[in-house]
């Protein structure tokens, strides 16, 4: 029996079906009589639905279930994605911005120090270019040979326990290389920590894949700000720790960042998507429940439902080159290597410029000292000048925050890589020390803009069956142009500065007409789960 009857309308508001707002009226909703008082009527289905056919809309839709003649509502469903932009970002979402931030932080640190460590053990251990140039590329080497294996472990075993792994990983070994004792042994060290780093990539991936649709790219880009303040942070501890400590406190300083990661890993939960694809739907609605507690946020009522194709291989690469992600694939895979060759290009050709002796590039003139008798090193203006540089991680961030969401990805990396190709080419202008710093500067900007954007298209555009396989190799291709850039920036650059500059210039100029071939836009559309919808999707 109903106090009163009232007809539902869409959203929170109701109406008296009763004219007399001040009578109760008791009525029993089965009777035949009080159907037809209320306008309800057999819709005509097989299936017993009835519906409202007055002026006020459509009430509850219902369905007899079986032969009996119990009506019960239809069940709502609802997926991963609806669920995290129902909810909404809060709380949640600002803790792991932090954690992932940290990543980043530590991870920078770590990779900033190569632009410093080279000309340090260039006088004390009398290297010669080339060595200098392997010191880096071996750990780019490193990364190379992990990013798959991590993205592969991230897809089989879960993005937590591979966040975990590789950051103890990449700490115990960043401390051992401190106490390298030969060039050789530097060698292999670090590239065991090259190995390690290159499972950083994948806190992306667990951080995408928690956040809201309409923010998701915003603050994937923010989060980077952690990687510029992790690099400007490592040049102001270099430039404490190097004139009075030496290199060896450098490199176990930075590393210690990553143990506190590791510890404060245990607070992040699996990602939901990864369980919901694994068949494990309690342990993902478990998640999002906690979600929506710490956001305060309601749950969507309903059932959580899984991708179509549950039994979705993954950690396959083969999967990359599906008819609908093959061109997506490759033409990624330029973007990518494009984007590392030329910014940890830009990165080790500041300090190699600052040190140059050719009387054009912000430097003067200066006899060559025979052997290593009289070896010019960073001193404390260079390291002033490179924490400038660095500091353009900042405005290139915010560029990118607010061109990516109005123009879109696609659009956002072309003029980023251009804006890059005509300020890496001024560098070729004979000029003084400030103007090449500010050439740099700019330069430095927009293609940290362009990574990061990257960053935010690949797990976008990538299904969740083999989002982390697909971000691990394109970070691959990514190492690949990490390996060449040191013997561009740092050898080919003392025979020739015209050459090496130039170099960046093109191949920037050629990634930016590659961007702009891209298939898929991703402003606006919501992550994928399996294959057949990125296929289904509107390209735009």
Not at 54 to 82: A, C, F, K, N, W
Not at 244 to 271: I, R, V
Not at 356 to 374: R, T, V, Y
Not at 429 to 453: E, K, N, W, Y
Request: proline content about 4%; aromatic content about 12%; some cysteine.
């Amino acid at each position: 029996m109903f106090s009163r009857l009232v007809k539902y309308t869409k959203g929170d508001n109701y109406q008296d079906l009763d004219a007399n707002q001040g009578e109760r009226i008791d009525m029993d909703i089965t009777d035949p009589a009080m159907r037809e008082f209320a306008g309800l009527t057999p819709t005509g289905s097989s299936s017993g639905e009835f519906s409202h056919v007055g002026d006020g809309g459509v009430l509850d839709m219902h369905q007899r279930r079986g032969t009996g003649s119990t009506i019960e509502p239809s069940e709502e469903t609802y997926t991963i994605q609806q669920a995290i932009d129902n909810i909404g970002f809060g709380k949640f979402q600002i803790k792991l911005s932090i954690l992932t931030g940290f990543a980043w932080m530590a991870d920078a640190m770590e990779m900033m120090i190569l632009a410093i460590l080279s000309p340090a053990l260039h006088c004390e251990w009398q290297l010669e270019s080339w060595q200098q140039a392997l010191i880096t590329t071996i750990v780019f080497c490193g990364m190379f040979c992990s990013s798959s294996f991590w993205g592969s472990v991230c897809d089989k075993y879960g993005r937590r326990s591979e966040l975990i792994l590789c950051s103890v990983f990449t700490c115990y070994f960043g401390i051992l290389s401190a106490f390298s004792p030969t060039f050789i042994w530097m060698l292999i060290l670090r590239g065991l920590v090259g190995f390690g780093i290159g499972g950083a990539p994948q806190s992306v991936t667990l951080y995408a894949e928690f956040l809201p649709s309409s923010s998701r790219a915003r603050c994937v880009v923010l989060v980077e700000i952690f990687w510029a303040i992790g690099a400007c942070f490592e040049v102001l501890l270099a430039l404490v720790v190097m004139p009075t400590l030496g290199w060896k406190w450098l490199l176990g300083l930075s590393a210690m960042p990553l143990l506190l990661f590791s510890l404060c890993c245990f607070w992040l939960p699996e990602s939901a998507r990864y369980d919901m694809c694994r068949g494990q739907a309690d342990k993902a609605i478990a998640t999002l429940e906690r979600i929506a507690k710490e956001n305060g946020k309601p749950m969507p009522l309903g059932k959580l439902v899984e991708p179509s194709t549950k039994a979705t291989n993954r950690g396959s690469i083969k999967d990359l080159f599906l008819p609908e992600l093959r061109k997506t694939t490759l033409l990624l895979w330029v973007i990518w290597f494009v984007s590392a060759f030329s910014y940890y290009g830009i990165v080790l050709m500041t300090t190699e410029l600052f040190q140059i002796s050719d009387g054009c590039h912000g430097s003067e003139i200066k006899a060559k000292a025979p052997c290593f008798l009289k070896c010019n090193g960073l001193d404390t203006g260079d390291y002033i000048d490179l924490t400038w540089t660095t500091f353009a991680e900042f405005p290139g961030l915010f560029v990118t925050v607010i061109v990516i969401e109005k123009f879109g990805r696609k659009f956002t990396m072309a003029m980023e890589f251009f804006v890059f190709t005509v300020f890496v080419l001024f560098s070729n202008i004979c000029t003084s020390r400030p103007v090449l710093t500010f050439f740099l500067f700019v330069a430095r900007a927009f293609i940290s803009g362009a990574f990061q954007a990257a960053y935010v298209y690949t797990p976008e555009v990538y299904p969740t069956s083999m989002r982390a396989i697909g971000l691990g190799c394109c970070s691959a291709m990514a190492r690949v142009g990490a390996i060449i850039t040191p013997f561009v920036a740092q050898v080919l650059l003392r025979s020739s500065s015209y050459t090496a500059i130039s170099t960046y210039g093109v191949i920037a100029l050629v990634a930016t007409g590659v961007c702009l071939l891209l298939p898929i836009e991703t402003k606006g559309r919501e992550m994928k789960d399996t294959t057949h919808e990125v296929h289904d999707a509107p390209a735009r």
